[in-house]
């Protein structure tokens, strides 16, 4: 079982920059994948990040070129570095990762509850 707490919402200005972070604790064999979601009102959850347990990252196109997502492995820890933020960028961001959670290969998707992010003068 892993839970996911999100940290690092808030409120910017367009243009500024926000750094995101998830950490995941619990009982696991291993973190794998790990992403980066938001959600506006009345839109549809869409991904905005993603990493692999490789390192292999992927952006959605409305946010690559000025995001960075990174992950540190010894604090079971993912981050998103977004820069140049705009109000397009306003939503409650997630937290996702597959995680095995047992010796016997059982793999299993996770959500944080969501940090609140919101550009605006």
């Known amino acids: 079982q892993v839970q996911l707490v999100e940290s690092g919402g808030g409120l910017v200005q367009p243009g500024g920059s926000l750094r995101l972070s998830c950490a995941a604790s619990g009982s696991f064999v291993r973190i794998n994948d790990m992403g980066w979601y938001r959600q506006a009102p009345g839109n549809q959850r869409e991904l905005v990040a993603a990493?692999?347990?490789?390192?292999?990252?992927n952006y959605a196109d409305s946010v690559k070129g000025r995001s960075t997502i990174s992950r540190d492995y010894a604090k079971n820890t993912v981050y998103l570095q977004m820069n140049s933020l705009q109000p397009e960028d306003t939503a409650v961001y997630y937290c996702?990762?597959?995680?095995?959670?047992?010796?016997?290969?059982?793999?299993?998707?996770?959500w944080g509850q969501g940090t609140q992010v919101t550009v605006s003068s």
């Open positions: 990493i692999s347990a490789g390192g292999i990252t």
């Open positions: 996702s990762s597959n995680a095995m959670v047992d010796v016997w290969g059982t793999k299993r998707d996770y």
